[in-house]
């Protein structure tokens, strides 16, 4: 009988949405205070490991895979007048990078400072290795975007930091890594 019984909780298990789980979760911590606590260091444990490379592969990624037709298609001429395809390119590019500026306001919502920092430099890394690397027809469009989004994402970044040492760390990696950029 007990074997039936871990059989069909896996089976629940396994069926759960995110969703689902997420409120059982709420439920959980709303009732037991030690699995409250509990629920948060795994959270935090989880949350910590910011890898700078694979940000900067995920934001390279993004941009890099903007389909220069999308521009083409969502430009021109329109039911409520003209959308110029820079301005669309620009567009696209701002909203493949809103994840990720959530997710580093994220960490600092949550006072996980270190990692919205490394967070913040691997978005940037991407955002630098797009405009050096990225030979997407797409780029051509948005010829200005990398830059002034670097700038954005930065500013937003430092809006949020409280450390004065870490933005002066961002700055000077920035320095080191991205010379022609560096403000």
């Not at 430009?75 to 909203?95: H, I, L, Q």
């Amino acid at each position: 009988m007990a074997e039936k019984s871990k059989k069909t909780n896996k089976i629940i298990f396994d069926e759960i949405s995110a969703n689902d789980a997420f409120a059982i979760l709420k439920i959980l911590a709303g009732k037991d205070e030690d699995i409250l606590e509990r629920i948060e260091q795994i959270a935090i444990e989880y949350l910590s490991g910011v890898d700078i490379d694979d940000i900067a592969s995920q934001v390279y990624f993004n941009l890099d895979n903007i389909p220069v037709e999308d521009v083409w298609d969502r430009s021109g001429s329109t039911r409520n007048g003209y959308v110029d395809p820079t301005e669309m390119a620009w567009e696209m590019f701002e909203t493949a990078l809103e994840p990720f500026l959530e997710e580093l306001k994220k960490y600092q919502k949550l006072s996980m400072y270190v990692e919205a920092k490394n967070y913040c430099i691997g978005i940037l890394k991407g955002i630098y290795r797009f405009e050096k690397e990225s030979t997407s027809e797409y780029k051509d469009w948005a010829v200005d975007a990398p830059a002034e989004n670097f700038d954005w994402i930065l500013d937003e970044w430092k809006k949020g930091q409280g450390n004065l040492n870490d933005i002066a760390d961002v700055d000077d990696f920035i320095k080191k890594n991205f010379t022609d950029w560096s403000q």
